[in-house]
């Protein structure tokens, strides 16, 4: 098994696709019910179920509503059902169901025994985009303020290319490029006790580095999803490795 295999996306990363109770209706439920659940609940559609089952034969939603009643103001909630709505295992491919919900707004999530999991909306999508995403800022945010800290303290002739590069102890001389510096080099120089001197910041370096070196580690796990394991790493890019195994613990 890659790297890329275990870090794969599916459903059940979406709280939305677990959830217990689900809320349901039969199909012999009256529309009021479904209504009244719908709004008590602030849901936009309820799974139907059959019987006293528990897989799902369609969904109820405020369109299929919408539009049964103008066909007939009288309809009943077996007029609302839309059966057409296709159902995704807990397991299957997050990104392969996105073009589903971005169709239908919604999907059905069933687990494996095939009854009702929990149902993805558009707006859990969202959720999930803020939650995988607000990490990869802040840690980006971080590492902007860390070269620009860097960057002023050469413009400022405070530190100098010879001092970067034995700092980090590079192999070629340091060129001055600030850009091409990785995040773990940026906080092994701002640490170093003579470089930190010179930021006049006031805070404490032995307890900013530690929280740098916790940022360190968040950042290798969000850009990895999970850690390398030790049956990957014979599998995985030894580039990928490398950057692993040296942008780990920092400073002092």
């Not at 349901?24 to 139907?48: G, I, N, W």
């Not at 940026?186 to 910041?201: F, K, N």
Request: include cysteine; charge should be negative.
């Amino acid at each position: 098994m890659t790297s890329i295999d275990r870090v794969r996306l599916n459903v059940a990363y979406i709280p939305a696709s677990k959830v217990q109770p689900v809320v349901t209706v039969k199909e012999t439920d009256e529309l009021d019910r479904a209504r009244t659940l719908m709004e008590v609940h602030d849901f936009s559609q309820l799974p139907v179920v059959r019987g006293r089952g528990t897989r799902p034969i369609g969904v109820v939603s405020w369109a299929t509503i919408g539009r049964a009643l103008l066909r007939n103001s009288k309809a009943a909630l077996i007029d609302c059902i839309d059966v057409s709505i296709k159902s995704v295992p807990l397991d299957s491919d997050l990104l392969e169901a996105i073009p589903v919900i971005n169709r239908d707004g919604y999907v059905l999530v069933v687990n494996p025994e095939g009854d009702i999991s929990g149902i993805v909306t558009s707006a859990d999508l969202g959720d999930a985009l803020a939650d995988l995403a607000g990490p990869f800022l802040s840690v980006a945010e971080c590492e902007r303020m860390m070269r620009d800290l860097i960057a002023d303290c050469l413009a400022r002739a405070h530190l100098d290319v010879e001092r970067v590069t034995l700092i980090l102890k590079m192999a070629e001389p340091f060129d001055g490029n600030v850009a091409g510096l990785a995040f773990g080099e940026l906080v092994t120089l701002l640490v170093t006790p003579d470089v930190w001197a010179l930021l006049e910041g006031g805070y404490e370096r032995n307890v900013m580095a530690d929280q740098l070196n916790q940022v360190s580690e968040i950042r290798n796990r969000i850009m990895h999803f999970r850690d390398l394991e030790e049956e990957q790493r014979e599998t995985a890019d030894p580039e990928l490795v490398k950057a692993d195994e040296t942008s780990g613990s920092l400073g002092g």
